[in-house]
């Protein structure tokens, strides 16, 4: 079965520094997506990048890069120079990319940007 | 990117009643999904709604509780029925195209049963 795993249930990072949000799977599919959503207060579903398990760079998305470690079956998501707006519930998602192409999410890592 | 917008944005509903949601997008899509987020928690997939014929549901949802449409590639409802007050929660619409990195939500609606 497949499970995404997100251990910090809440972080904290100094305005402009960089942070890392931890996010890892499990799954015995060969083709899947990882996928990172930023929800603000606002509840709406931002997506910020996508993974995917035959891209052999890691993806980058302006200050978003994802860390894809598919032998350690990690998806740690690194936002670089942090904002006061970065503030906001991170999800981690996975996705089966052959059969019923569902996603699945993690229990989230609330991220707390301080000025 | 698809545009993807949902009606109602909120509703408070009394405990027995139904309520309808549409999700409609602005392109055509292969996959249209719904997700219930309930307060605190993260997103759980409900069903995956399949055009001209019956959602496929995951476990722990049935269709006489939660009926669904999609009677074309843009357009697709969910029904929440007979509801309780634990169906209070954050009904969101997704949308994917089989072959593309990308999945998007609708803005969700809110429902608070009382």
């Known amino acids: 079965a497949q499970k995404i795993t997100q251990t910090q249930p809440g972080m904290f990072v100094q305005e402009k520094e960089a942070v890392t949000l931890d996010c890892t799977y499990d799954?015995?599919?060969?083709?899947?997506?990882l996928f990172w959503y930023k929800q603000p207060s606002s509840g709406e579903m931002i997506f910020l990048i996508y993974q995917g398990s035959y891209d052999e760079q890691n993806a980058t998305e302006g200050r978003y890069s994802l860390n894809f470690q598919k032998a350690r079956k990690s998806a740690n998501l690194v936002i670089s120079a942090s904002q006061l707006g970065d503030s906001a519930m991170y999800f981690c998602a996975m996705r089966d990319n052959t059969g019923g192409f569902k996603t699945i999410f993690g229990a989230g890592t609330r991220l707390f940007v301080k000025a | 990117s698809a545009v993807i917008s949902q009606k109602p944005s909120r509703d408070i509903c009394q405990r027995g009643t139904s309520l309808t949601i549409q999700c409609q997008v602005d392109?055509?899509?292969?996959?249209m999904f719904w997700y219930r987020q309930q307060p605190g928690q993260s997103l759980t997939l409900i069903a995956t709604a399949n055009q001209g014929s019956e959602a496929t549901y995951e476990s722990g949802f049935v269709i006489d509780k939660f009926p669904i449409s999609r009677p074309n590639l843009t357009f697709s409802t969910l029904t929440v029925s007979n509801m309780s007050p634990e169906d209070s929660s954050i009904y969101l619409c997704?949308?994917?195209?089989?072959?593309?990195?990308?999945?998007?939500f609708g803005p969700g609606t809110r429902l608070l049963v009382l």
């Open positions: 997704s949308v994917a195209i089989r072959g593309l990195g990308t999945q998007y």
């Open positions: 799954t015995s599919d060969q083709s899947y997506g």
């Open positions: 392109s055509q899509v292969t996959m």
